[in-house]
């Protein structure tokens, strides 16, 4: 949209944005003049979000601007949340009720008497309590909680006029102070003592609903994990009483220290039991070849009874002696058992050598010193055999101690890995708790930190009145909003308006135009004739070509259908128009119209013939089964046929495709549908000439498109105005 079609909208709707204006700032001066002056007072609250005291973070090197951001949304809608707004209402109707009467700190004359008004006499004298205002709280909460839904329970809780209520007190504006740790609360309202005590209880209130949300979340983590470390520590001491007994069943101090002592007793009783191998294998050789050369005596020697006794019993004394020496190591028992040992050698040895002194071998070699050697040997390979069976023994134990400690490695390690595990567990549980406890501190620290810095103060004075504002301002929106709304409305317009959208939507170039005859006060001083008389000689001069063009190829007459989609588009009117004119340039011309058009008589001066609309028209073949006798048509210039509208009738076919020139009559003022398209396109299919729109009705405005400026009279301010939005910039 121009500039210039902005201010001709303008200029031809201001009278009506006007009256918008004037109406709805006579209306909001009317709502709000009566309306009672309002008082204001406000507080601020330090929270110590930011930089207070933290345990989690003392020094306050780390500040987590998002969480801080976080906290402070949560403080603001605590104190804008309904429970807490409802708990102001109920303590300051308590604070009310525990008056005598109207206080100007507290409560003015006329909100005492709004006060009894909206509880009524009998309900003020049962909610009132002379114990104090607690007494008149419990009261207000009891008979809150029975009767909130009735009528009487929605006027004091409820309404918007009521101090009490949830919808009053939500009012309170509840802001940041920049990047600061104070929130400011303002509160309006029509007394200023009310004003004053809202804002004295809504804190109070705020910062005790702050620490009991703040406790309840400690302490339900706090309960939490302390459950949890209990259950865990249980499973602790299970899994450790379980390793305890385990031990106790199976004897281990020391798995590992105890299976490595294994391995090295072991490996060290393997040694003594070859050596004593060897040295058994040594005696035995000895012993064989004494006995050998011992071969006579032999038999006086085995059946001895005095000699075996002694034998035997040194035999039991020796494995006695291995016995302590491996399992006891025993000094005093051993000292003793060998001192046995060396009395029974020594008595063995005498006893040989009284019996056997003067006995000699058979090679001449005394018995004497050879029984020596034998009892000698003989004792020894006792010893070692005695010694070789406590090894023996020794190794079958070894065996059974293998394999059961083998088993049991694994046994303790799953013992000890689930130890581990609850440990583990318990551990972190305790280091949750001691965190939750510390948050539980920390918390109740930051919570206490919340101090009213500014109390409210009892406002003097009532707020400027905004009563003109308000009317100037809904003065702009009513003259803004309806001209907004004509704006998009002339943006969003899809009727035809003007030559060039006509062109575009149709799909037919343009013939001519015509004006509409209704003038607008802003077409005031234009000389319509002249308009008239312009636009019909341009659609003239291009009927009157097409003819010249056509001349050499046709005979008289030049044949003009006229025609439109629907109905009231001005056939008739545009077809004596430029017929008239014709006949005013010298030229002959018969105009066929159907008998219900009208035609102005007095303004008629060419020929006019009317045929009926009924099947002797779709079914004429020429132009020539329409004129009555005593007609000729071949003495005629111009022969115009106006066509019934395609949406409601039938045409000719045949006269049609007669035509040589196609005029589509559309209003400007109409818009172009899909039906409009489809008929017109059906239309196209049955003629051989070109097809022609002439737009008619369109506004003075729209006409500059074709005609140019439009000739009217204008004051000097006006065209001072048209030259300079038309960049025109010459002398007036």
Not at 622 to 638: H, K, Q, W
Not at 704 to 728: D, M, N
Request: aromatic letters at 10%; glycine letters at 4%.
């Amino acid at each position: 949209m121009s500039l210039i079609k902005f201010l001709r909208l303008f200029n031809r709707n201001f009278k009506y944005l006007m009256a918008s204006s004037m109406t709805l700032a006579i209306l909001v001066f009317l709502m709000v003049k009566s309306k009672p002056k309002e008082y204001e007072s406000e507080t601020e609250i330090y929270t110590g979000i930011a930089s207070g005291l933290n345990l989690t973070n003392v020094d306050r090197t780390n500040v987590d601007f998002f969480a801080t951001a976080n906290a402070y949304d949560n403080l603001i809608n605590i104190i804008k949340s309904r429970q807490t707004l409802e708990e102001t209402g109920e303590e300051l109707l308590a604070l009310h009720l525990s008056l005598d009467g109207p206080t100007a700190e507290i409560i003015g004359d006329e909100a005492w008497r709004q006060m009894i008004e909206i509880l009524t006499p009998e309900l003020y004298n049962e909610l009132k309590s002379t114990k104090g205002i607690d007494s008149c709280l419990a009261n207000i909460r009891a008979w809150k909680q029975k009767n909130y839904n009735t009528f009487r329970g929605k006027i004091i809780f409820n309404a918007e006029e009521s101090p009490y209520s949830f919808k009053a007190i939500s009012k309170i504006n509840v802001s940041r102070i920049q990047n600061s740790d104070l929130i400011n609360i303002k509160y309006k309202y029509i007394d200023p003592g009310i004003c004053k005590s809202t804002l004295e209880i809504l804190s109070r209130v705020f910062i005790r609903r702050m620490n009991e949300i703040k406790a309840s979340q400690s302490n339900n983590a706090v309960e939490y994990f302390k459950k949890q470390v209990a259950m865990a520590r249980e499973e602790l001491n299970a899994a450790e009483d379980r390793l305890k007994q385990f031990r106790v069943q199976n004897n281990i101090i020391n798995y590992g220290e105890q299976t490595k002592s294994i391995a090295t007793m072991k490996e060290q009783m393997e040694d003594e039991f070859q050596k004593e191998l060897a040295v058994r294998a040594s005696n035995k050789a000895s012993l064989e070849k004494l006995e050998e050369q011992l071969q006579v005596n032999k038999v006086i020697i085995k059946f001895s009874d005095e000699l075996l006794e002694k034998r035997r019993q040194l035999a039991e004394i020796q494995a006695q002696i291995t016995t302590m020496e491996i399992y006891y190591n025993d000094p005093n028992t051993i000292n003793i058992l060998r001192r046995k040992a060396a009395e029974l050698r020594a008595e063995l040895s005498d006893l040989l050598t009284k019996r056997y002194q003067f006995s000699r071998t058979t090679d001449g070699v005394p018995n004497q010193a050879l029984l020596q050697e034998w009892l000698k040997y003989t004792l020894a390979l006792d010893e070692s055999e005695a010694r070789l069976r406590i090894f023996d023994e020794r190794r079958k134990y070894f065996e059974k101690l293998y394999n059961e400690f083998a088993p049991l490695g694994s046994l303790l390690a799953r013992y000890e890995r689930e130890i581990g595990i609850a440990e583990k567990n318990y551990l972190e549980l305790l280091h949750s708790l001691n965190q939750a406890i510390m948050r539980q501190q920390s918390d109740l620290i930051a919570s206490g930190g919340l101090v009213v810095s500014v109390p409210p103060y009892f406002p003097l004075k009532p707020l400027p009145s905004k009563t003109a504002v308000m009317v100037a301002a809904s003065g702009v929106v009513g003259f803004v909003l309806p001209l907004l709304i004509i704006i998009l409305l002339e943006f969003f317009d899809s009727t035809l308006k003007n030559p060039i959208r006509a062109e575009s939507v149709i799909g037919k170039k343009i013939l001519g135009t015509y004006p509409s005859l209704k003038l607008t006060k802003a077409d005031k001083g234009v000389d319509l004739e002249w308009v008239k008389k312009q636009t019909v000689g341009l659609s003239l001069q291009t009927i009157r070509l097409e003819h010249y063009i056509k001349s050499k190829e046709i005979s008289r007459p030049f044949i003009v259908a006229v025609l439109s989609t629907r109905t009231g588009e001005g056939k008739t009117s545009m077809i004596q128009e430029i017929a008239n004119r014709l006949v005013m340039l010298q030229y002959r011309v018969m105009v066929l119209v159907p008998e219900d058009s009208f035609v102005n008589e007095d303004n008629t001066f060419f020929d006019r013939i009317t045929f009926k609309n009924d099947k002797t028209f779709e079914a004429a073949k020429r132009v020539e089964d329409l004129i009555p006798p005593g007609f000729t048509a071949s003495l005629y210039d111009y022969l115009f046929v106006e066509i019934p509208s395609l949406m409601n009738n039938q045409y000719s076919i045949n006269l049609s495709m007669q035509a040589h020139l196609h005029i589509l009559v559309a209003r400007a003022n109409r818009t172009w549908v899909k039906a409009d398209e489809f008929l017109l396109s059906e239309y196209s299919r049955s003629v051989n000439s070109e097809i022609r729109t002439l737009l008619n009705k369109v506004k003075i405005e729209e006409l500059e498109v074709v005609l140019g400026e439009i000739p009217k009279e204008r004051s000097f301010l006006r065209k001072l105005i048209k030259r300079f939005v038309a960049a025109e910039f010459k002398t007036a």
